[in-house]
Structures are given as C-alpha cells and as structure tokens.
C-alpha cells in the first residue's frame, strides 16, 4: 500500500489541536509507519490596520485538516477518533474508507503554502506531450519546449485554433502523458 493524503474535517476551530492529538496519537500508538505528515493549510497575508502592515497567518481551509498516510483498518481507526476530528471528506456512509486527494490537488495545495516544493520532474524533456492540469487551458495537452527546474517552470506550446500558443506554467500546473 502507498501513502497518500487525505481530507479529515473537524470541528471549526479545532485545526492546530487536532494536528497536535493527532501527533501525539501517532507517536504513543507507533503509527509512524502508518501515519507521516499532518497539515493545517495556511497562507500568509499582509494585512494594513491603522496604517501599519501586519504579516498574519490565515487558514486556507477552515475546519480541515490534510493527512498523509496509508490507509487500513488501523490508520483510519486511529484519526478518526482523534478529538475534533468528526470525519473524513469523501466517505460515503459509516466505516467506509474515505477517497484521497489527486497528486496534482495536494501538491498544488503544498505549494501554495510554501510548505512543500512540488516534485522535480525529472522524466520531463523538450517533446515530451503533457496535460494542462489546472487553469483555463486544464485538459488541454502541449508539447514540453524547455524546463526551468530552478523556478520549477515549464515552457509548453499549445495548439490551439490552428496556432502555435507557448505559455509558462509551473510544474504543479502539468502532468506528463505516457
């Protein structure tokens, strides 16, 4: 079985005490071979009161709670009777195993916040076909023209309306195609 993420809700509020029970829950129960990273997603935004800026931090998704791991009978038994926690996001009906989050969403969410670099894609090469995975061309495929692993940008052309239409995007926004 793979690790993957996944959405737990809880209790609005409740984010940072969650992460923290379950943190503790993980090392006290020796869930670390089960259960790795646990987020509350966050952005930090500048906010202007009474002529003064002040960095604060803002929770992206108020009342959820991203966590990686590998799911089985014993991982989801020990999140979900975490405190706060009142359940998973894509379970359908009791003791049903929730749905995990695409590649392309959670590290997409992980850039945002700045807490995680999305994976080098070092399988991509000038001609290589991807999909556009996010924004107003998502479905589309291009054609890889270079790759700026520094930036963690891609240079693609699209063909589109009969022309050739290159555009920037960054490696969360493409998949490649096999």
Do not use: C
């Not at 090392?27 to 259960?35: C, F, L, Q, V």
């Amino acid at each position: 079985m793979e690790k993957q993420w996944y959405v737990v809700h809880t209790y609005a509020g409740y984010e940072n005490k969650v992460k923290t029970d379950l943190e503790r829950r993980v090392a006290s129960m020796n869930m670390e071979d089960k259960i790795f990273r646990i987020i509350v997603p966050t952005q930090e935004e500048i906010e202007v009161k009474d002529g003064q800026k002040k960095t604060v931090e803002r929770k992206v998704f108020p009342g959820y709670v991203l966590v990686e791991m590998i799911m089985d009978d014993d991982s989801w038994y020990v999140v979900r009777n975490t405190p706060g926690v009142t359940g998973f996001v894509g379970s359908h009906g009791a003791g049903s195993k929730p749905v995990p989050l695409r590649t392309d969403e959670i590290r997409n969410i992980l850039f945002r916040m700045g807490a995680d670099e999305p994976e080098v894609r070092m399988d991509l090469h000038p001609g290589d076909s991807v999909r556009i995975v996010e924004g107003p061309f998502a479905d589309f495929v291009a054609t890889v023209e270079s790759i700026d692993t520094e930036h963690q940008k891609v240079r693609v052309v699209l063909s589109m309306f009969g022309r050739e239409t290159p555009m920037q995007l960054s490696f969360a926004q493409v998949e490649k195609m096999d």
